[in-house]
Nanobody, 127 residues
Framework: QVQLVESGGGWVQAGDSLRLSCAAS????????MGWFRQASGKGRELVAS????????EYADSVKGRFTISRDNAKSAVYLQMNSLAPEDTAVYYC????????????????????WGQGTPVTVSS
């Protein structure tokens, strides 16, 4: 059984940084594509970033390009999201997601591409 456990969320002020972590278990991590999504109150879930199996290919939402960085450590079965220059509009619940299709060769952009989801970690950015 695959488990994804996020951590690192919290309350920060605008301009601050946070690093989210997601620990994966239950399936061969190195063949996965991993993603971070977020869902603000009253809005739909949206892609933040995605990373292929070896970290050599990443994709970002336009709204976070240049501020957020996704990375992974296959030895630790973990994926990270470094968030810098946080703004109030980044306030949301952040979800880690995993997919085992295409052997992790490419990032995946759609919610329906992902097979497993974590429980989410809330991030609140005050102005």
């Amino acid at each position: 059984q695959v488990q994804l456990v996020e951590s690192g969320g919290g309350w920060v002020q605008a301009g601050d940084s946070l690093r989210l972590s997601c620990a994966a278990s239950g399936r061969t991590f190195i063949t996965s594509t991993m993603g971070w999504f977020r869902q603000a109150s009253g809005k739909g879930r949206e892609l933040v970033a995605s990373i292929n199996w070896n970290g050599g290919d990443t994709e970002y939402a336009d709204s976070v390009k240049g501020r957020f960085t996704i990375s992974r450590d296959n030895a630790k079965s973990a994926v990270y999201l470094q968030m810098n220059s946080l703004a109030p509009e980044d306030t949301a619940v952040y979800y880690c997601a995993a997919a085992w299709r295409l052997m992790g060769r490419t990032p995946l952009l759609r919610i329906e591409d992902y097979d497993y989801w974590g429980q989410g970690t809330p991030v609140t950015v005050s102005s």
